[in-house]
């Protein structure tokens, strides 16, 4: 079945201890990339990848990492959380830049 | 200005009826418009894209887009109770690499 799956679903966490989210899609997608979702703000491009070892910030980066050392895995990294990071977390990918990008389950995080 | 407006709703319409959804976009050069549908607690899930001025009809589902006077437009016709949801407008506007700006969505409400 084609998908994207995130891991874990559900996270709580204290400041500042290190976390990571997985992503992984099984689709071949070149591009994936994270979101934020918060009431009232709606979704946010966080990080996003063009290809392996492309990666480019899109409008809330601070405060996150992401590596892509293989096409299919998008691991988000947040180094030292803080509660305002606390939000619905989402992976996508798409086939190309004009494609529809198809959004893994989201990762619940809240931070304390 | 936001870079894609939609009321926040609810909008609340009974079963049977065509539910309009409404959205507005500031960059004039966007070139491709997505309708996502989110469930409470669920990823986005597409529901249709539009990449040309004019109607696409796909089944109960008709999206208008009108790149002169910046809006594209969701209609869902024959409303039923499980259309109820968020529906999320996206853009994809020049540059940025894939992302998609997000309106902050409509909540549907299709009453019985």
């Known amino acids: 079945e084609a998908q994207v799956t995130q891991n874990p679903r559900y996270l709580i966490t204290v400041t500042g201890k290190k976390l990571t989210v997985t992503c992984s899609q099984n689709m071949n997608h070149e591009y994936m990339s994270w979101y934020r979702q918060d009431p009232g703000l709606g979704l946010r491009q966080i990080y996003y990848?063009?290809?392996?070892?492309?990666?480019d910030k899109g409008d809330v980066p601070e405060g996150y990492k992401v590596s892509r050392k293989e096409k299919r895995n998008f691991p988000l990294i947040l180094e030292s959380p803080s509660p305002n990071q606390t939000s619905l977390y989402f992976c996508?990918?798409?086939?190309?830049?004009?494609?529809?990008?198809?959004f893994g389950p989201g990762t619940r995080l809240t931070v304390l | 200005q936001k870079e894609v407006e939609q009321n926040s709703g609810p909008l609340s319409v009974p079963e049977g009826a065509i539910a309009s959804l409404n959205c507005t976009y500031s960059?004039?050069?966007?070139?491709?418009f997505f309708w996502y549908r989110q469930y409470s607690g669920k990823s986005p899930e597409l529901i249709m894209f539009i990449y040309s001025n004019g109607d696409k009809e796909d089944g109960r589902f008709t999206a208008q887009l009108n790149k002169a006077s910046q809006y594209v437009s969701l209609l869902i016709r024959d409303s039923q109770p499980s259309d109820s949801a968020t529906y999320l407008c996206a853009v994809k506007m020049p540059g940025g690499g894939n992302k998609l700006t997000f309106g902050t969505g409509t909540q549907l409400k299709v009453e019985l």
């Open positions: 990848s063009m290809n392996v070892e492309v990666t």
């Open positions: 996508a990918s798409s086939p190309g830049l004009e494609n529809e990008q198809f």
């Open positions: 960059d004039r050069g966007s070139q491709s």
